[in-house]
């Protein structure tokens, strides 16, 4: 849809919806009603991949993976920071009444960057990338199916995000299991695993495509994704799973941009919104599939067995990743 109509349109009314969805959360009635206002804000969150499409417009060869860093660095600091500021909010006893004041102003947030969105953000999407859109209008699964590149990058991207869901789902369990940890400590270290990701794909991943082109990128990274993930699988105490959360880090920080810049690059000037929102489509659907089966794996195989099949899903990434050479830029 962004194709057509703009980036700008859809992160406005992406947003707009989100504080419609924060306000639906905050007076919901019943488990339905709060089913109801989560399937609202879901839809909403397609201007995710038209952020990504315009973060792609605004880029060359030379600087699409830092565009791509840059903006996963921003959202990873969403993550860290939002959990953040909802326990502040929420305190040590929480009562319905924190938890609506947590939706209140998870609704002004989103409503100023809505505001945001309309005062400072210029359309990145020009005339001609819009008429290009109308002529070459593609169906996204025909999208995949005639374009080889394209549909083994989304595949990597489900099975890289299926692999890190499992691994957060589980972790805790882990944890408590392994070092008898309890939810703080948990929390600081998911916290310095999510801000590590996000200083690398902030600034070193884009400086590493450069030299080393954004597909070696991501064949490095997915290398040292698949070792964090292994060593966690076998680790027992504080010193293996420092080493392996670190090698977690750079795979991470390291992939990510790499692997949304390559995306980006199977697209035509008029076809970057479906792309990324193919992207994304498989990034969503890797959250969910990811912790379906985890807590089996837990209770039947042992503590290390998500893990262990988290590091299997990432070689089989890394297998669909290098099967057949795609064309890259490396830049000077």
């Keep these: 849809l962004s194709d057509?109509?703009?980036?700008?349109?859809?992160?406005?009314?992406?947003?707009?919806?989100?504080?419609?969805?924060?306000?639906?959360?905050?007076?919901?009635?019943?488990?339905?009603?709060l089913g109801a206002a989560r399937l609202f804000g879901g839809l909403m969150a397609g201007n995710v991949g038209a952020a990504f499409a315009a973060a792609a417009d605004l880029a060359d060869d030379k600087t699409r993976a830092r565009n791509m860093g840059m903006l996963g660095a921003a959202v990873g600091l969403g993550f860290i920071g939002g959990p953040a500021l909802g326990a502040l909010l929420i305190g040590h006893m929480p009562e319905r009444e924190s938890f609506v004041l947590v939706c209140y102003v998870s609704a002004v947030l989103a409503g100023l960057a809505a505001l945001a969105a309309i005062v400072l953000f210029k359309e990145s999407l020009t005339s001609q990338a819009r008429a290009k859109s109308g002529a070459q209008r593609l169906g996204r699964l025909a999208m995949l199916a005639s374009r080889p590149a394209l549909a083994r990058f989304v595949i990597v991207m489900f099975l890289a995000i299926a692999a890190q869901a499992l691994m957060?789902?589980?972790?805790g369990l882990w944890?408590?299991?392994?070092?008898?940890?309890?939810?703080?400590?948990?929390?600081?270290?998911l916290a310095a695993l999510g801000a590590g990701a996000v200083v690398l794909q902030g600034g070193g991943a884009g400086r590493a495509s450069r030299v080393l082109g954004e597909r070696m990128t991501l064949l490095i990274g997915l290398v040292l994704f698949a070792a964090g993930f292994g060593g966690l699988a076998v680790?027992?105490?504080?010193?293996?799973?420092?080493?392996?959360?670190t090698a977690l880090v750079l795979g991470i920080g390291l992939s990510t941009p790499a692997l949304n810049a390559l995306?980006?690059?199977?697209?035509?000037?008029?076809?970057?919104?479906?792309?990324m929102g193919l992207s994304q489509s498989a990034s969503a659907l890797g959250r969910v599939a990811?912790?379906?089966?985890?807590?089996?794996?837990?209770?039947?195989?042992?503590?290390?067995?998500?893990?262990?099949?988290?590091?299997?899903?990432?070689?089989?990434?890394?297998f669909v990743a290098q099967s057949e050479p795609v064309k890259d830029v490396v830049g000077a």
């Design 4 to 33: 057509r109509v703009g980036r700008k349109p859809i992160l406005i009314v992406g947003l707009l919806g989100g504080v419609i969805s924060y306000l639906w959360i905050a007076h919901a009635g019943s488990v339905y009603d």
């Design 168 to 171: 957060e789902t589980t972790f």
């Design 175 to 189: 944890a408590d299991k392994e070092l008898h940890w309890g939810p703080r400590e948990v929390g600081w270290t």
């Design 235 to 245: 680790s027992h105490e504080v010193a293996t799973m420092a080493a392996s959360l």
């Design 263 to 275: 995306i980006a690059a199977q697209a035509a000037d008029g076809e970057r919104g479906a792309v």
């Design 290 to 318: 990811g912790p379906l089966g985890a807590g089996a794996l837990f209770d039947h195989l042992g503590p290390g067995a998500p893990f262990g099949v988290a590091a299997a899903l990432i070689i089989g990434a890394l």
